[in-house]
């Protein structure tokens, strides 16, 4: 998860034109990146400035990208200012069951799930910009109406916006390892953040986490393991066998060529 979003700086340069390409406008300091999209940071400073387990970082969008942000944002996007709590029945137009799947990276994979179970809902949250506007454009393309982008801090979505038991499901997929020992406080899969989690799902509702770095999947293991509202959906309570509704994808399999072990832990909330 990760992007500073609607950066303030000038492009000084002219952006190369043509299918793919960045947009070519150059903005005055100050000029917000996207005016109809997704804000820069939607929840300002309302809260805590606390250990994120997210790592902003530029990057470019292209046209594409852009216009479905701009386009599709203020029907599909949600930006995560922890100022109301949300209806997601309204949100999505239905009262469909609605899995929460924080940090998507391109969308490719969310996109493929809603697709593939369009009685599910999905609210899709991650800062990084380019994945926002590219999984929006691909909602559309597939006639997705089950996918919403979530913008901002998924740990603000869940304790501010979200009423309990509102969630059917829940998807952690290839987070942010933070490798170095000093870092490990910022790894998502924390006992306080089950434990937050926890009082936004259903009875029985699955965690289903992935990860290609072997100590952070032994660290998640252990944590859901311990902790009393979860229980691991293997008898031998470990490791599950990747499920054939989630799809290999482009970066998993580039991490697969390289000898990466991939590992998949399917709890449910007890």
Not at 42 to 59: C, D, L, M, T
Not at 156 to 185: C, N, Q, S, T
Request: with cysteine.
């Amino acid at each position: 998860m990760s992007d500073a979003l609607n950066t303030p700086e000038t492009l000084s340069e002219p952006a190369p034109r043509g299918p793919g390409a960045a947009l070519p406008h150059a903005r005055a300091k100050g000029e917000p990146r996207f005016p109809d999209g997704p804000r820069a940071d939607p929840a300002g400073s309302h809260f805590e400035r606390r250990i994120r387990s997210f790592q902003p970082r530029r990057s470019r969008v292209t046209t594409g990208q852009a216009e479905a942000l701009q386009r599709l944002w203020p029907t599909w996007g949600l930006d995560i200012d922890g100022q109301r709590v949300i209806d997601l029945a309204e949100l999505f137009g239905n009262d469909r069951p609605v899995v929460l799947e924080i940090g998507f990276g391109m969308g490719e994979a969310t996109a493929q799930m809603a697709a593939a179970d369009p009685g599910t809902n999905v609210l899709a949250v991650d800062v990084h910009t380019p994945g926002q506007g590219n999984l929006l454009a691909l909602a559309e393309r597939g006639g997705l109406d089950n996918v919403r982008v979530g913008n901002g801090d998924a740990i603000i979505l869940l304790r501010e916006m979200l009423r309990p038991d509102a969630l059917d499901g829940l998807r952690v997929y290839f987070p942010d390892p933070w490798p170095k020992k000093r870092h490990h406080k910022r790894r998502l899969i924390q006992p306080e953040f089950l434990t937050l989690a926890a009082t936004r799902l259903k009875s029985g509702a699955p965690v289903h986490c992935a990860t290609d770095w072997e100590p952070y999947a032994e660290q998640m293991l252990e944590v859901l393991t311990a902790h009393p509202d979860f229980e691991n959906t293997q008898a031998d309570g470990g490791f599950a066998p990747r499920p054939g509704f989630r799809p290999l994808t482009r970066f998993e399999g580039q991490g697969l060529d390289k000898g990466h072990v991939v590992n998949d832990l399917l709890f449910r909330r007890r």
